[in-house]
């Protein structure tokens, strides 16, 4: 037996291939949320047994998310993954704080419906148009640009 074998087996029956529509959707959404981690903390059961330590292990677990948090804030502007690593001290805080979970399994909810609305045929072609649209307009501003100026740059190094 594999392991996906024994996860239908715990799970009961297996759920059916294919999309999921109307009334069966809500189900399937209603299922997900259920298996979804209760909220609360996961630090150790020692950790938790101790007001101290809990609170020292939250302290530190709020800062090392900050710190991440704050290093992706940074790298918005800047080369690097920003949204990636906001989203990381985020799933840190996620470790301890139920309002962190909260807006975790928000967030997962709205990339996984824009995911699903992006797949439509209907907006995928409105998307390639819309691309498609801007990429003539920026080579029209570029040619114009070309055409007035030539390929002079607008400093003049040579000074």
């Known amino acids: ?14 759920l059916a291939p294919g999309p999921v529509t109307g009334d069966a959707a809500e189900g399937a959404v209603g299922a997900e949320r ?10 150790p059961e020692f950790v938790k047994a101790r007001r101290t330590l809990h609170l020292s292990w939250q302290v530190g677990v709020f800062i090392l998310g900050l710190a991440v948090v704050v290093a992706g ?21 996620a470790t301890e704080f139920v309002w962190a979970q909260l807006v975790l399994r928000w967030t997962k909810r709205k990339v996984t419906e824009a995911a699903q ?10 998307n390639i148009i819309l691309t498609s649209v801007g990429l003539v307009i920026i080579g029209v501003l570029a040619g114009i640009y070309l055409w007035k100026f030539g390929l002079a740059m607008p400093w003049k190094i040579d000074e």
């Open 1 to 14: 037996m594999n392991a996906e074998s024994d996860e239908r087996a715990k799970g009961g029956a297996a």
């Open 34 to 43: 259920a298996a979804e981690q209760p909220l609360g903390s996961r630090a």
């Open 73 to 93: 804030v940074i790298m918005l502007p800047l080369p690097g993954p920003g949204w990636l690593v906001i989203f990381g001290g985020m799933a840190i805080w």
């Open 117 to 126: 609305r992006a797949l439509d045929p209907k907006v995928r072609r409105r």
